[in-house]
């Protein structure tokens, strides 16, 4: 999950990284609140929206009195940016600053550990600095047993030619490692990481993704994940221990599947014929049949959701639970148009047999390919 | 042969007495694997069918000559149950579990490097030498004996690849879940030596996903050191960008970096026979054999 930047600063104060004070208002109202006390000007407004390019998209603003802060936050609270509506903006008082830093440790997939990287040019994307700056970037894997060793940091000051920050730089960085470890990240960027005119090290915005693995470890990125997601559907779905994606805006098929892999070659496969898929549900283990009744109610309520396919394959699924599930939903006015059921597993003819009393078109498939043959089958019949 | 689980292989279960080691268990015990003890903190001196429990890996290992472990253990507990079996000098550590934190396999994966132990998963099904024994949660009646081997990061994507198989007569030597997260214990270029240098061993399937780089390191070592014919299929190529899939590590950055059109064509430049359905696996595996 990528968190917001308020969030970041947040979790960097915590870990006593030098960030940056603010409020965050979700409301004009809560802005005006706000105004009416304010009295750190100039001020920076930045639109809390979990993706780049937001000074461009006009999502950062510089204030100077609260008439400026009323009217440029009003101007945020109505951008769209990159498809995220602005919902919070964040305000901290402006710094004047020397030199633009960058800072971050992300995991690396293909050397399966950290890397530490630093420029002492930032402000802009890595993928920037790394066009303009190759040389000034260093780039330095973090092994488990030794973590970050004050020579490291050394080597980084010198090399940036801030040797007189050694020590302070250490701290900082030491803790973005701590924080790193301690709450599952997968990224932790500080970009800029200024120096400002009084010659301190502050942490001017971050970007942090944490691991969808470990949410659980950590109930405020549970809840904020939940804040920020807008699609019901997702999170009815997730208190199922469901996993519900939607695919395409123009798709009519549901795609039901017990894997991820399985979906994903579903999708494939029913888009080389030519037909798209609205959404799909991974159901995780457990194929009983009040889960598939849930599962079949969620992917209904998906308007535009015509067709649902059911391919459920672990080898020892229950077929007759399955098909149970199945009827149970319809019975209770929960079915699309048709259905295309691929059952495998034991008691196949039984769940045939449940299934094929339905009151809905229902096809059945012996396999994936057979599946999506019936599909287009159905819709063309 | 086949590789790394045998009739050879004496197998140790942690996490014997929860629901899904207790199913197992006995499960595999049913397709002939040699099952030789199991361990679960606090559950010392209880038989699970007949096989007998102990609170340590250590104690398992002082008592039988275990050299494999598989862990039936909840994704944040993976960690310490992994550890205990790899500094306890387990040659070969299963690991199954969906969900485990990427910072908990990042110690794992070092360790287990460090420690010279061979590390599978996790968020796999496992690995099965159809015939010979099984270290895994996989519906065994799908798979047979046979030349075909078959490493996986998708479980359903290789059920059906196997049952087509079968269903098409063309058994299978071992096939391994190499796992769906962003780090994997072993990936496709950690095992490639192991099935090269298998005398039963014919043909080798990979079943790739989208995200992260491990079909285009494996397409770089296929055309360096793999003789034997290699057949890949890539999952995901019509899935939504910048959206995990389910799998963690299966997910394509807005720059399409991790998208299956690199993995195909890389794989290609290798030699690598390219199937565009699991289905059509069988299909080629066939031709291939018959050459």
């Known amino acids: 999950m990528k968190l917001l930047e308020y969030q970041a600063h947040q979790l960097f104060a915590e870990f006593h990284l030098p960030a940056r004070e603010g409020s965050v208002v979700s409301s004009m109202e809560e802005l005006e609140g706000l105004a009416s006390t304010y009295r750190c000007y100039p001020a920076v407004l930045k639109a809390q929206v979990p993706t780049g390019g937001r000074g461009k998209a006009g999502g950062v603003k510089i204030v100077n009195n609260a008439q400026e802060l009323l009217e440029k936050g009003k101007a945020i609270f109505n951008l769209t940016i990159s498809g995220y509506p602005v919902k919070q903006v964040f305000i901290y008082s402006f710094l004047e600053i020397r030199q633009e830093m960058y800072l971050s440790i992300m995991m690396n997939r293909s050397s399966k550990q950290p890397v530490l990287i630093f420029c002492a040019e930032g402000g802009m994307e890595i993928n920037e600095i790394a066009l303009k700056n190759p040389d000034k970037i260093i780039r330095l894997p973090i092994l488990p047993d030794s973590g970050i060793q004050k020579f490291h940091v050394q080597y980084i000051a010198d090399y940036s030619g801030i040797p007189e920050y050694a020590d302070r730089l250490f701290d900082l960085i030491s803790g973005l490692y701590t924080l790193f470890c301690e709450r599952n990240c997968e990224l932790a960027e500080i970009n800029p990481l200024a120096i400002s005119e009084e010659g301190n090290l502050v942490c001017l915005d971050g970007k942090i993704i944490t691991d969808d693995n470990a949410i659980h470890k950590h109930p405020l990125f549970d809840y904020w994940r939940s804040e920020a997601e807008t699609d019901p559907l997702i999170l009815d779905a997730r208190s199922w221990k469901f996993l519900y994606i939607p695919v395409s805006e123009s798709g009519n098929i549901g795609v039901i599947s017990n894997g991820s892999g399985m979906l994903m070659s579903s999708i494939d496969l029913i888009e080389q014929k030519g037909m798209k898929v609205s959404s799909v549900l991974d159901l995780g283990g457990g194929a009983t049949a009040e889960r598939i009744c849930e599962a079949v109610r969620i992917m209904t309520q998906n308007p535009k959701t015509q067709l649902l396919f059911v391919n459920i394959f672990g080898g020892i699924t229950r077929c007759d639970e399955v098909a149970q599930g199945i009827v149970e939903a319809v019975n209770r006015g929960y079915a699309p148009g048709k259905f295309v059921l691929r059952l495998e597993g034991t008691l196949k003819e039984e769940g045939v047999a449940i299934a094929g009393g339905l009151s809905v078109p229902v096809a059945f498939a012996d396999n994936l390919v057979d599946g999506v043959t019936r599909i287009k089958e159905m819709f063309e019949s | ?291």
């Open chain 2, 1 to 291: 042969m086949s590789i790394l689980i045998d009739q050879s292989t004496r197998l140790l279960v942690q996490g014997i007495t929860g629901r899904e080691g207790r199913f197992h268990t006995e499960q595999m015990l049913e397709y002939g694997t040699n099952i030789v003890a199991g361990v679960t903190p606090g559950k010392g001196g209880m038989n699970i069918q007949g096989i007998p429990v102990y609170n340590t890996v250590q104690e398992a290992m002082r008592r039988h000559e275990v050299n494999a472990s598989i862990l039936f253990v909840p994704p944040y507990h993976m960690y310490n149950g992994a550890q205990e079996a790899i500094l306890t000098g387990v040659p070969l550590v299963i690991t199954i579990a969906e969900g485990v934190p990427v910072f908990d396999m990042f110690r794992l994966y070092h360790l287990a490097r460090s420690r010279n132990v061979r590390l599978i998963g996790p968020n796999s099904f496992g690995i099965i030498s159809p015939g010979k024994s099984k270290a895994g949660f996989m519906a065994h009646r799908i798979f047979s004996p046979g030349k075909v081997a078959l490493l996986s990061r998708s479980a359903t994507n290789a059920y059906e690849a196997v049952f087509n198989m079968t269903n098409q007569g063309i058994g299978q030597s071992t096939v391994i879940g190499v796992g769906g997260d962003m780090i994997a214990g072993s990936s496709f270029v950690d095992l490639l030596p192991l099935l090269e240098s298998d005398n039963e061993t014919e043909v080798i399937v990979l079943i790739g996903e989208i995200g992260g780089n491990e079909e285009e390191l494996a397409a770089e070592y296929i055309a360096q050191h793999i003789t034997k014919p290699v057949i890949a299929f890539i999952a995901g190529k019509n899935a939504p960008p910048n959206r995990s899939m389910g799998h963690a590590g299966a997910i394509v950055s807005p720059n399409g970096e991790g998208g299956a059109a690199n993995k195909e064509k890389a794989l290609k430049a290798a030699g690598v026979h390219i199937a565009e359905t699991t289905y059509q696996i069988s299909e080629l595996a066939q031709q291939l054999l018959n050459r």
